[in-house]
């Protein structure tokens, strides 16, 4: 089993940065990738970016691309993600999540563990 922690998580104005943190425990965590998803008021939770467990592939969404990094530190079993640029929009609480392979995927199913979430909220 995996089990995960988000942090990082606050109030910023409008293209202020923020760093989001997963620390993960549990022993699978450098065998399998990772992801963040987030779910912004009174909408579905969606897709936002993942990692495959080496770190060597990434994929975002096009509405982060560009402005979102996910990385991963399996010493530290933590994956992050940096936020620049960050819009109104952003606001969500963003959940980090655990999948069921090593391949990265946009699918929510693909994950079998989730954190509890943080909240993120930008300011105009």
């Known amino acids: 089993q995996v089990q995960l922690v988000e942090s990082g998580g606050g109030l910023v104005q409008a293209g202020g940065s923020l760093r989001l943190s997963c620390a993960a425990s549990?022993?699978?965590?450098?065998?399998?990738?990772m992801g963040w998803f987030r779910q912004a008021p009174g909408k579905e939770r969606e897709f936002v970016t993942t990692i495959s467990r080496s770190g060597g592939n990434t994929y975002y969404a096009d509405s982060v691309k560009g402005r979102f990094t996910i990385s991963r530190d399996n010493n530290k079993t933590t994956v992050y993600l940096q936020m620049n640029s960050l819009k109104p929009e952003d606001t969500a609480v963003y959940y980090c999540?655990?999948?069921?392979?090593?391949?990265?995927?946009?699918?929510?199913?693909?994950?079998?563990?989730w954190g509890p979430g943080t909240r993120v909220t930008v300011s105009s």
């Open positions: 999540a655990a999948a069921r392979s090593s391949y990265i995927s946009a699918r929510e199913y693909e994950y079998d563990y």
């Open positions: 549990g022993r699978t965590f450098s065998s399998v990738a």
